[in-house]
Every structure is written in structure tokens, then in C-alpha cells.
């Protein structure tokens, strides 16, 4: 069984930057293509970046293309999403998401596992 935890929510200014972690027990983590989405109040759950098991795909949602990045650390079982240039839109909760051998779906059906999310709060 495959446990995601995220951590390093909290409450900022818009501009600025936070970084999310995500740490993933059991498994093989190097076979899993992570993920992660969030989900503001009221509204459908988003995509937001991914980062494919081989690494060959990272895709990132247009809303936060060149001022987020995604990155893995396969020795440290841990995907990280840094945040910068924050605005009050990207308020929301953040998960993190995995599935074995993935192709680095844009989908929330494609992720079998998911941690139980940080919030993220940008003030303007």
C-alpha cells in the first residue's frame, strides 16, 4: 500500500514563493509517476503539474506554466512543487498523486494514490 504525505502549505502574500513536499512510502517509488492537483472551494478538482516515472514527461497546467516547478528525488522518496510568483487563484488545496508506471495523465482518474492534501492560501 502506497501513503502520500504532503506538507509546507500555509498562508502567504501574493508574490510570493512556497514549496510543497511530498513523501511516499511503500512501493517502488522510481516506477510511479507523480502528480499533483488541487482543488479550490466549490470548484472541480485541477491538474496542476506531472512528472513521469521515466522522466521523460512533465507536463504543467497553462494556470501555472513558468512560475511552478516540479521535481523528484528518487533516492529520498520525495516530489516537490515549488511556487513562486503566487497569486490569490492558486489558493486551494494541494494533492499529490501516483500511479506505477503512469504515462503522465493531465487526469485525476489516472493516479491511483493520493495523499490527503495541504493548504494553500495566497492573500492579496
Known amino acids: 500500500q502506497v501513503q502520500l504525505v504532503e506538507t509546507g502549505g500555509g498562508l502567504v502574500q501574493a508574490g510570493d514563493s512556497l514549496r510543497l513536499s511530498c513523501a511516499a512510502s511503500?512501493?517502488?517509488?522510481?516506477?510511479?509517476?507523480m502528480a499533483w492537483f488541487r482543488q479550490a472551494p466549490g470548484k472541480e478538482r485541477e491538474f496542476v503539474a506531472t512528472f513521469s516515472w521515466r522522466g521523460d514527461i512533465v507536463y504543467y497546467s497553462d494556470s501555472v506554466k513558468g512560475r511552478f516547478t516540479i521535481s523528484r528525488d528518487n533516492a529520498k522518496n520525495m516530489v516537490y512543487l515549488q511556487m513562486n510568483s503566487l497569486k490569490p487563484e492558486d489558493t486551494a488545496v494541494y494533492y499529490c498523486a501516483a500511479n506505477p508506471y503512469g504515462a503522465g495523465s493531465r487526469n485525476s482518474f489516472g493516479y491511483l494514490y493520493w495523499g490527503q492534501g495541504t493548504q494553500v492560501t495566497v492573500s492579496s
Open positions: 511503500g512501493g517502488t517509488f522510481s516506477t510511479y509517476t
